[in-house]
């Protein structure tokens, strides 16, 4: 049986938010910090991430997503943020401002059917956000968070969040190469 590294997810295809995104990437590449920036077509709100599940659920996953009540809706990329916290940062974040209840709501809506499933339960809960960056050592932390301050409140721009997408992820040295498995538009 194969086993699919997979997630649920609105892709962020909006170019002006995209070429905003980047600019703090480059910033943060800027820091010198030990930095491993997300490419721009991999930059994504996961919705929920499901880890390594059998093929044989892929149908059944999306049959969940199919039942899933949501018409589009704006998403605001407002704001920066680490995981886990500001002593020991893994990874750098952007925000959801307008459309983070929406998603809350999309991610409660999946999640009986996928624990219907066996598919186990994300012990850190729901936390709306795109993460733009990961961060692999303590190396210039300092910069990281003034850059961090320095962003706190900007806004990147509006998406329209219309198609959940089922993912597969495939981890290579190079990062990772995300592919659409199924998806409902609206």
Not at 15 to 34: N, R, Y
Not at 40 to 68: A, C, Q, W
Not at 152 to 174: M, P, Y
Request: glycine fraction near 6%; hydrophobic fraction near 40%; aromatic fraction near 8%.
């Amino acid at each position: 049986m194969e086993w699919i590294r997979s997630f649920i997810a609105f892709d962020i295809e909006e170019e002006a938010v995209i070429k905003e995104l980047s600019k703090v990437q480059s910033a943060l590449l800027e820091t010198g910090a030990d930095i491993k920036i997300v490419e721009p077509e991999n930059i994504h709100i996961t919705v929920r991430f499901l880890g390594e599940v059998p093929s044989t659920l892929i149908d059944k996953i999306y049959d969940g997503m199919i039942k899933v009540v949501f018409t589009p809706f704006d998403v605001e990329i407002k704001g920066l943020g680490v995981f886990p916290n500001i002593k020991h940062i893994n990874v750098v974040w952007a925000g959801i401002g307008r459309g983070a209840n929406e998603l809350r709501s999309i991610y409660h809506q999946l999640e009986p059917s996928l624990q219907k499933l066996g598919i186990k339960p994300d012990d850190k809960g729901f936390s709306p956000h795109l993460t733009i960056a990961r961060v692999k050592s303590s190396r210039n932390k300092e910069s990281i968070i003034k850059t961090l301050k320095e962003f706190e409140n900007h806004s990147f721009g509006v998406v329209k969040a219309r198609c959940l997408r089922l993912k597969k992820s495939i981890l290579t040295s190079k990062g990772p190469i995300y592919s659409t498995l199924r998806e409902v538009c609206r």
